[in-house]
């Protein structure tokens, strides 16, 4: 039982990143219907940003604001440079800029500074625990995932409340009609991609915070996550996304302490395996991309 | 208002609108009728922006505006009801009221709202409903609304009458009276011509992307030749 | 199998051949000039064939698949498992299941094997495939692919005691390891032949006809999935191979050998020469070759010269790594932004020179005389079956789009349907075609239940049909739209004559344009080849939808002479939409009038234009009436 709640506990941790993750993802499919495959760059790119800043003495707590900023720069950034230039493409051709963009940044970074790990101090509370009854509880967990709930509720404030997040919403719904309401697309899709770029950031941070460390391939674990927690909520939901980061999460955990050893380490392959499943057996539960079409 | 002429719209080899000429005055109601397939939606769509005309001009209050996207001529007061409604189903009926007043200051937009509530209390009675869940009827209704919103000063429906059961074909006509009486400039394509030319003040005929026929209202509704102008009989004999 | 075999083996062989000494020679060449390549045009030759093997699949189906290269580690790690010797095995993986360490096989059986092996997995893949309805650009293939690349990897890195594991791997030297290039330029050979020939026979172009466009191919009797797992299956197999003579040549395999860099590299080629063509496959296989190559020459030579600060003394083989991959990525973003159907689209050698040869023929036979092929004659129905609408009615949520409508035609007739706009006549036309299921009613043809039968099924029973939004296979010639009819009409269709597609093109005013691709048609022309391909299928009913929908007048009557000649030339009674009464008055024998889902008028044209319930319907009813 203590098991389990323990297992509950750092399932929700994992899941939270997740989520801020999956949702970033969602929020970018939602308005360009592109399965972005180079989120993870964002994470790798605010890594370095984050080694240098701390390298040169900064403190987390100046680190912390300039990863999130650097995550929507990049976002901002590779929208205007690859993804602007293919709106309206097919899905093949979506899908290869996504990786393009992935395999670029990735093979800079190899290039231009370095294939080697590049470590980082953590701050001294991520190792701390705490007691909570007979539970030993992280305080980074809980951290992690007040934070993601806090960030959760702004997003969904700024989603349902603001003018803004009501164009994002009317776009993701049917893009042209929402144009002829006065939406303009420049706008809209900017905007999707700067708040994905600010939920990767905040999940860049903790994910920073965790790792120690970054590396060139550091943005492909993250993206792969925030992948595949998107497709099992269903690609058009951002609440789906939601749920799927930490049903991600959670399934990983509990996956891990359950299973022996060496059918646990593959869990990564066992999560696609398993979409792939759902897919072939499910494929009306998870979004078509393909619009009806008038015969 | 508006003039347009000469206006050719092509899909790639079709052309969908050819030669088409037409003018909206102020406080007028003018009609668009024909049958379907004949290029009435793509006269709307071209006019509203969506569609770029190979050939022609659109003049909207004195200025050239052909070729323009729609957030200019939405900003202009320039407004399209499009054909199907197209409202956003997962939005509230509230939610896509504010999506039309979008390119207005947000100061004004409760105001308009209220406005909107007043005009169409069936939908004040459903306000934070999913605009799925509405009927068809109601769904024509948010529809205009929401053009509304955008404070145009001419309207465009693109067959409002569409899909919908005689009796609400009765409450959309009595909408469009009642907008008539406020003053407010429309022009309406419609597949209903009998009821169209009832509440027109003018009306043109288009068939095969062509102007066929041009008149008042009343002249019109009692042109024999009607019937054969729409479907294209040519006289016997 | 091959509609014409001038065309579809001939050349394609001969274009092969001559393909194939161009890359070769290309190889030569290089090696030649520059000095000292040989492994890079070694690598390049297998690069070839695994690049080719992608393209039969990506190429003819249009769906992207991340996952060939996990077909290619299976296939690699099948054949070293068979190939290394025991002695060497039992250094690594003296555990293995299955009593493998104990195999040998010599290299060209234990090649066979792995294409077994990788056969079978393909099967299990493509089924999945075919179940999550995988087709041209969707979502569920991509997702499914990656999971057998990722799964197939991890298995790799996490079953030693199969696969020697993640550090070391297995090697082996089997009689020294791959010495000499005959195989690899016999296997290069196989491949080109193998890619061309399959798309120029007949489940290649059913394949292409889907990528082109996935309902009118059903339409026309195609099914997409079998054509897709025909892909599929002989695609991986030559990826088998490839990866085979990859693991041959280098003595080893190690699992990221067979993962995301592989992938990359090979989509990287497939796409900047062409994914829809062979030779642009092989051409983009050179050009990257080349250009990584020239991009680890500046690697190496060009970094001082940047002055960019370095971390330590890294080793070279990683800046070769990366200026490669910055290079890769780069073309794979460059090309999908600026140029996504890649350098040479859909041009293929041998078509270059069938047009060229066939200008040359048919230049000749005019000036002989002998020009085009004669006017076939009509054809009387040898069956009288009726197709019967009983009672249909379908509702979309809570609306009624068709109402209780019943209908006959027999094959001599011409039937019309009209009606106001959202009558429900194109949903009717859904229904009977199998684009949309039915509530209540029945469809038959003859003593033949076709209520609910998928659509394909019913274009290969004889009900076939056009599309309001014309629906052509862009990028196939006119002959080879109406091919594709043809073909499955031979198979499926062998109780009716066969279909003259010579006579149908004279039939159909296109003989001249014949080798013209169908989307440089003009919209008369289009809509003629529309209707000229649903004739191919030597159908028992032609269901046309809006035929002179964006017509003018002059051409609407036009059509009424192509749609009574080609029904006349097979023998097919017509059901038409239309709204141009004059269109419908000249053609039709019977006219049924639909009202909102409801069947409001039935008898001659005259009668239902006279009948005011059918003015009424068209021009509205008036709150006064």
């Known amino acids: 039982m203590v098991e389990l709640l323990q297992n509950l506990i750092d399932g929700l941790g994992r899941g939270s990143i997740y989520a801020l993750l999956a949702l970033g993802v969602a929020v970018v499919f939602g308005v360009m219907h592109l399965l972005n495959f180079a989120h993870g760059e964002l994470i790798t790119v605010s890594g370095y940003a984050a080694f240098w800043a701390l390298e040169a003495g900064w403190s987390w707590t100046l680190t912390v604001p300039l990863v999130i900023v650097v995550a929507v720069l990049t976002s901002l950034v590779i929208e205007r440079v690859a993804f602007s230039r293919v709106r309206g493409a097919d899905q093949f051709t979506l899908l290869l800029t996504s990786f393009g963009v992935h395999f670029v940044v ?184 393909d619009h009806a079409e008038r015969v | 208002m508006l003039e347009v002429s000469g206006l050719t719209t092509a899909y790639g080899e079709i052309s969908a609108l050819r030669e088409a000429n037409l003018s909206v005055g102020s406080g007028e109601v003018v009609g668009l009728i024909g049958p379907n397939g004949a290029g009435k939606s793509t006269l709307l769509n071209t006019v509203a922006g969506l569609l770029v005309p190979r050939v022609g001009r659109v003049e909207f209050k004195g200025r050239d505006v052909t070729g323009r996207p729609p957030e200019e001529l939405l900003k ?159 006289p016997s004999g | 199998m091959f509609p014409d075999l001038r065309r579809d083996v001939l050349l394609p ?110 099967v299990v893949v493509g089924i999945g ?45 089997i009689g020294g390891t791959l010495d000499s290039r005959i195989p690899l330029y016999v296997a290069l050979l196989g491949a080109i032949l193998t890619a061309l020939l399959y798309a120029r026979s007949r489940g290649g172009r059913l394949a292409i006809a889907a990528r082109e466009d996935d309902l009118a191919a059903r339409a026309m009797g195609v099914n997409p999935l079998v054509q897709q797992m025909v892909a599929l299956l002989l695609s991986v197999a030559v990826v088998a191979v490839g990866a085979g003579l990859r693991v041959y040549e280098r003595g080893s395999i190690l699992p990221r050998d067979f993962f995301f860099n592989l992938t990359l590299v090979t989509l990287v080629m497939l796409i900047v020469g062409g994914r829809r063509s062979v030779s642009g496959a092989l051409l983009g296989v050179g050009v990257i070759t080349a250009g990584r190559e020239l991009a680890r020459r500046m690697g190496q030579d060009g970094f001082e010269f940047f002055g960019i600060g ?43 020179l069938h047009a060229r040869l066939g200008g040359w023929r048919s230049r000749r036979q005019d000036r002989q005389g002998d020009g085009r092929p004669g006017l076939p004659p009509d054809v009387e129905p040898d069956d009288t079956d009726v197709l019967l609408v009983d009672g249909v009615s379908v509702a979309f949520g809570g609306f009624r789009a068709l109402d209780n409508v019943s209908l006959e035609v027999g094959r001599t007739e011409v039937v019309g349907v009209i009606g106001p706009n959202g009558a429900g006549k194109t949903t009717l036309l859904n229904v009977v075609t199998g684009l949309v299921a039915s509530d209540a009613g029945r469809v038959a043809l003859g003593d033949t239940e076709l209520t609910d039968a998928p659509s394909h099924q019913i274009a290969r029973r004889g009900l076939v049909r056009t599309f309001q939004n014309l629906r052509l296979f862009g990028a196939l010639t006119v002959r080879e739209n109406i091919e594709v009819s043809a073909l499955v009409a031979s198979s499926t269709r062998r109780h009716c004559l066969p279909v003259d597609v010579d006579g149908l093109l004279v039939a159909a005013g296109l003989w001249e344009v014949r080798d013209r691709r169908a989307r440089e048609l003009d919209y008369g022309t289009s809509r003629r080849l529309e209707l000229a391909r649903a004739a191919a299928m030597a159908p028992s009913f032609l269901l046309l939808d809006e035929p002179t929908s964006g017509m003018s007048d002059a051409e609407s009557l036009t059509m009424v002479d192509q749609v009574r000649r080609m029904a006349g030339l097979v023998g097919a009674g017509v059901m038409v939409i239309d709204h141009d009464l004059n269109f419908i008055t000249g053609i039709c024998d019977r006219v049924t ?9 039935s008898g001659t044209p005259a009668e239902v234009q006279a009948d005011p319930e059918v003015q009424a319907a068209y021009l509205g009813t008036s709150a006064a009436n």
């Open chain 3, 310 to 352: 370095l971390d330590g003394a890294p080793l070279d083989w990683i800046f070769r790594e990366n200026l490669k991959t910055v290079f890769l990525g780069v073309a794979m973003l460059g090309f999908m932004i600026w140029r996504p159907s890649g350098l040479l689209d859909d041009w293929d050698l041998d078509r270059w």
């Open chain 1, 106 to 289: 990735f093979a800079m970074f190899l290039l231009y500074v370095s294939a080697s790990v590049k470590t980082f101090p953590r701050p001294g509370w991520v190792t701390d625990t705490y007691a909570l009854g007979s539970l030993r509880v992280e305080v980074f967990d809980t951290v992690v995932i007040v934070v993601t709930l806090a960030t959760l509720s702004g997003t969904t404030f700024v989603l349902q409340r603001t003018t803004f997040g009501l164009s994002l919403r009317a776009a993701a719904a049917d893009f042209d009609t929402a144009r002829l309401m006065g939406v303009r697309s420049d706008s809209v899709i900017r905007g999707a991609f700067a708040l994905s770029g600010l939920l990767a950031g905040i999940a860049s941070v903790f994910w920073l915070m965790r790792a120690g460390s970054t590396v060139p391939s550091a943005g492909i674990d993250p993206m792969l996550k925030g992948v595949l927690a998107a497709l099992i909520g269903g690609l058009g939901s951002l609440r789906g996304a939601v749920i799927g980061g930490f049903a991600l999460g959670m399934a990983e955990v509990l996956l891990r302490s359950r299973l022996p050893d060496s059918v646990a380490s593959l869990t990564e392959g066992v999560v696609f395996l398993l979409i792939a499943l759902l897919f072939i057996f499910r494929p009306q539960g998870l979004v078509s991309v």
């Open chain 3, 129 to 173: 495939l075919a179940r999550s309805g995988a087709e041209s650009g969707a979502v569920s293939a991509t997702v499914i692919t990656l999971a057998l690349l990722f799964v197939t990897h991890e298995v790799a890195r996490n079953r030693p005691d199969l696969t020697g594991g993640d550090r070391a791997g297995l090697s082996f030297r």
């Open chain 3, 13 to 122: 062989v001969v274009a092969g051949l001559a393909l194939f000494v161009l890359f070769v020679g290309a190889g030569f060449l290089y090696q030649g000039l520059l000095g000292g390549y040989e492994r890079l045009v070694t690598l390049a030759l297998i690069d070839a064939i695994l690049v080719l093997g992608i393209q039969i699949y990506v190429g003819n189906t249009g769906v992207l698949s991340f996952g060939h290269i996990g077909f290619g580690a299976v296939a690699g790690y099948a054949f070293a498992l068979m190939a290394i010797s025991p002695v060497e095995k039992a250094k690594r993986i003296a555990n293995a299941p299955f009593g493998l360490a104990d195999v040998h096989l010599d290299p060209w059986t234990s090649m066979a094997v792995a294409v077994a092996v990788v056969l079978v997995v393909a």
């Open chain 3, 593 to 601: 009038c639909l009202d909102r889902g409801q069947v409001i008028a």
């Open chain 2, 76 to 234: 202009a007061g320039l407004a399209l009801v499009p054909e199907r409604r197209r409202i956003f189903v997962d939005l509230s009926v509230e939610e896509n009221l504010r999506i039309g007043g979008v390119t207005v200051p947000a100061a004004e937009r409760g105001d308009l709202l209220d406005e909107m509530a007043e005009l169409f209390p069936v939908l004040r009675d459903k306000w934070t409903t999913s605009a799925g869940y509405l009927s068809g009827g109601e769904a024509q209704q948010l529809a205009i609304g929401r053009a509304l919103m955008s404070r145009p000063q001419l309207l465009m429906m693109d067959e409002p009458s569409l899909g919908l059961a005689p009796i609400l074909v009765d409450t959309v006509f009595e909408l469009i009276e009642a907008l008539r009486a406020q003053g407010r400039t429309l022009l309406i394509v419609e597949q209903n011509a009998s009821r169209m030319l009832e509440v027109a003040d003018r009306a043109y005929v288009l068939r095969s992307g062509q102007m066929v026929a041009e008149g008042t209202g009343t002249e019109l509704q009692s042109d024999e030749r009607l019937f054969d102008l729409f479907v294209g009989n040519r």
